[in-house]
């Protein structure tokens, strides 16, 4: 069955830190890949997508995330968090068909 | 200019009342979906439109039901609300994705709190 898996439901790191949320997937083949992002009370935002081509994704707000076929993985990266990056955090990704399917998300908690 | 709007944001209801959420898209898309955000964060797929013709119909009680009168509006009606019905639902927009490189835009979300 197709499955996105986040594994760390909840980081803290504190500001001016990196960060890497990891996120594996379980697909026939290779799926479309996504980051999503949810500040509290909000929607979903799209940080940066995985289509084809150069494995390394640059994203909106600093973001990156690495496709990596061999590991079935698509890390999101930040190299210098700011507060304003707490939120939740999803993965997804699409075969060539309508269901976009979510990982469970990671709550990302900013310290001063 | 929102390009995924949903109304209301925010809706209180009781237990047996039937409420519907609209759902706009100004993006041009021709598909459409439903997602339910539970309260654990799970966000799963309810249904999908692509062209007024609903394409995903996932396990769903048929108390809920979508109404797509136009390719930039999906709304929802749930009918007899019961309190598991409580969550964050959002709509979303894409280009189809059987042409396959396309993202989904999503709404700011309902919270829909059965009481």
């Known amino acids: 069955a197709q499955s996105v898996t986040q594994p760390d439901i909840h980081i803290t790191v504190s500001e001016g830190a990196s960060l890497e949320l990891r996120c594996n997937y379980s697909?026939?083949?290779?799926?479309?890949l996504f980051w999503y992002v949810q500040s509290p009370g909000q929607g979903l935002q799209l940080l940066l997508k995985?289509?084809?081509?150069?494995?390394l994704v640059q994203g909106i707000k600093g973001f990156e995330a690495e496709f990596k076929r061999s590991q079935s993985s698509f890390n999101l990266r930040k190299p210098s968090v700011h507060w304003s990056d707490a939120a939740e955090y999803f993965c997804?990704?699409?075969?060539?068909?309508?269901?976009?399917?979510f990982g469970a998300g990671t709550t990302v908690t900013v310290r001063a | 200019d929102t390009a995924v709007s949903q109304t209301p944001k925010y809706l209180v209801t009781q237990m047996g009342n039937d409420k519907s959420i609209k759902c706009e898209q100004n993006?041009?898309?021709?598909?459409m979906y439903w997602y339910k955000q539970d309260s654990k964060k799970f966000l799963k797929i309810m249904f999908s439109?692509?062209?007024?013709?609903?394409?995903i119909n996932e396990t769903v009680p048929n108390r809920f039901s979508p109404k797509s009168p136009d390719k930039a509006h999906l709304n929802l009606h749930i009918n007899s609300l019961e309190l598991g019905d409580s969550a964050v639902y959002f709509c979303?927009?894409?280009?189809?994705?059987?042409?396959?490189?396309?993202?989904?835009?999503f709404g700011q979300g309902t919270r829909l709190t059965v009481v």
């Open positions: 979303a927009s894409s280009h189809t994705p059987l042409r396959g490189a396309t993202e989904a835009f």
């Open positions: 697909y026939g083949a290779t799926p479309y």
């Open positions: 995985y289509f084809s081509g150069d494995t």
């Open positions: 997804a990704a699409r075969s060539n068909d309508y269901k976009l399917s």
């Open positions: 993006l041009g898309h021709d598909t």
């Open positions: 439109y692509n062209n007024k013709e609903l394409i």
